[in-house]
């Protein structure tokens, strides 16, 4: 077979293809107006009455949840001083020689000495009489 053969064979296929899609097809005018006759079986009043009943119990539902959910503050602490003094199962392993020099801290001297004291009293000098 020829290669412009092949591609008229192929083109032939697609186009009875497509024609018997257009033919099980319904047109877009035909959906579109079928669309506008159908009628929603909610409308009015009884839609906001259906959706102010949703949301009134939506609220109770949730305020329920936020009601029994309320944490005891007991329950905080003592759950909060379990967690502040939690070991993991390593820790062992980070107890080396020298750990007292990481885990404390010296103790530096203040950067400015505290005159106050000579205020109350003042340093005599060698040639000052009292």
């Given amino acids: ?3 412009d053969k092949e591609n008229e064979d192929i083109r032939t296929l697609f186009q009875t293809a497509h024609k018997q899609y257009e033919a099980f097809v319904p047109s877009f005018r035909d959906t579109l107006a079928a669309s506008k006759r159908r009628q929603l079986p909610f409308t ?3 839609a906001l009455l259906i959706a102010a009943s949703f949301t009134v119990i939506t609220v109770i539902f949730v305020r329920s949840i936020i009601d029994h959910h309320k944490p005891n503050p007991e329950t905080i602490t003592a759950e909060f001083s379990r967690l502040t003094h939690w070991r993991g199962p ?5 107890k080396t020689p020298g750990l007292e020099l990481i885990e404390t ?6 950067a400015m000495p505290n005159y106050g004291n000579l205020e109350k009293n003042p340093i005599s000098s060698p040639g000052d009489v009292r």
């Fill in 1 to 3: 077979m020829k290669p």
């Fill in 44 to 46: 009015g009043r009884k």
């Fill in 90 to 94: 390593t820790d062992f392993l980070l």
């Fill in 105 to 110: 801290m010296p103790a530096i001297p203040s």
